[in-house]
């Protein structure tokens, strides 16, 4: 073939997976709408993704603020204007931050599980026998994870802001001799509730979309034990730069609506 019937071919099997991609997200959370409602499943599922996942955001955030709080020590302080790390600190991890570094932790660990546990499901055909026996598998197993991954994420991104926060408190006021009381009122001036909301439906979709790529991944896994190897590392990279893209266009949506 010729590298334009390469490049056209290409294009062609791109836009295919995207289209069974949506088509697989809309029946998900279309199934989920309908009876019968799987709360045990759900609730379930916000566990794995809220509470076993609380660890490795609280390391995370506390670390990301203590070392934003020094690397802004460093400008402002040849400017005199150490009162300004807390804000401006707290501004970057609300806006910024803590909703892409969270989606990125959680992608990690939930999204991969989630391709794997799938994969391995399907290339056992555990899944087509949930189909034998009239059990809608996208009801049954990917809507639950989809609602609590789109759930959660964003509670997990506000422990990251607080915790990312007290870290940035810490290195300023115990370590770099900030006065607290500054500390806390360039916050309280310069961050608005519109800073912390926009982060949180940035987190929202970031949710949705980690758990949406790991489940149709897994979904449509096949190769036996080798293809839910690399149904889990393509689930992972996909919904990573499908983080970092998406968070570029929702930032150029939300940034006019908090200068309003």
């Given at each position: 073939?010729n590298?334009i019937s390469?490049?056209g071919a290409?294009?062609?099997?791109?836009?295919e997976s995207v289209?069974?991609?949506?088509?697989?997200?809309m029946?998900s959370?279309a199934?989920?709408l309908?009876?019968?409602?799987r709360?045990?499943?759900?609730?379930?599922?916000?566990h794995?993704?809220?509470?076993?996942?609380?660890?490795?955001?609280?390391v995370?955030?506390v670390?990301?603020g203590m070392?934003?709080?020094?690397?802004?020590?460093?400008g402002f302080?040849r400017?005199?204007a150490?009162?300004l790390?807390?804000?401006?600190v707290t501004?970057s991890?609300?806006r910024e931050?803590?909703?892409?570094?969270t989606?990125l932790m959680?992608?990690g660990?939930v999204?991969?599980a989630?391709?794997a546990e799938?994969?391995t499901?399907?290339?056992?055909e555990q899944?087509?026998?949930l189909?034998s026996?009239?059990?809608?598998?996208?009801q049954y197993?990917a809507a639950?994870?989809?609602?609590?991954?789109?759930l959660?994420?964003?509670?997990?991104?506000m422990?990251?802001?607080?915790?990312?926060v007290?870290?940035?408190w810490y290195?300023?006021v115990k370590?770099?001799?900030v006065?607290?009381?500054?500390?806390?009122?360039?916050?309280e001036?310069w961050?608005?509730p519109?800073?912390?909301?926009?982060?949180l439906?940035?987190?929202?979709?970031?949710g949705l979309?980690?758990?949406?790529?790991?489940?149709?991944?897994?979904f449509t896994?096949s190769?036996g034990?080798e293809?839910?190897g690399?149904?889990?590392?393509t689930?992972?990279?996909?919904s990573g730069?499908l983080?970092?893209t998406?968070?570029?266009?929702m930032?150029?949506i939300?940034?006019?609506l908090?200068?309003?």
């Amino acid at each position: 073939m010729n590298p334009i019937s390469r490049l056209g071919a290409m294009l062609i099997h791109v836009l295919e997976s995207v289209g069974r991609y949506v088509r697989f997200l809309m029946r998900s959370m279309a199934s989920g709408l309908l009876p019968p409602y799987r709360l045990r499943l759900l609730f379930k599922q916000m566990h794995f993704v809220g509470v076993e996942s609380l660890l490795i955001v609280i390391v995370t955030g506390v670390f990301t603020g203590m070392v934003f709080a020094v690397q802004a020590n460093v400008g402002f302080s040849r400017f005199g204007a150490e009162g300004l790390i807390g804000a401006i600190v707290t501004l970057s991890l609300t806006r910024e931050l803590s909703p892409v570094l969270t989606a990125l932790m959680v992608n990690g660990r939930v999204g991969s599980a989630m391709a794997a546990e799938l994969g391995t499901m399907r290339v056992t055909e555990q899944i087509d026998a949930l189909d034998s026996m009239a059990i809608d598998a996208h009801q049954y197993l990917a809507a639950p994870r989809i609602l609590a991954a789109t759930l959660m994420v964003p509670a997990l991104t506000m422990v990251f802001n607080v915790v990312g926060v007290l870290g940035c408190w810490y290195v300023a006021v115990k370590q770099l001799s900030v006065t607290p009381g500054a500390f806390q009122a360039r916050i309280e001036w310069w961050v608005d509730p519109d800073d912390i909301i926009g982060g949180l439906i940035k987190s929202s979709l970031f949710g949705l979309l980690l758990s949406s790529v790991g489940c149709y991944k897994g979904f449509t896994t096949s190769g036996g034990a080798e293809g839910v190897g690399r149904a889990t590392t393509t689930a992972v990279v996909i919904s990573g730069v499908l983080i970092l893209t998406s968070d570029y266009f929702m930032t150029l949506i939300l940034a006019p609506l908090s200068v309003g």
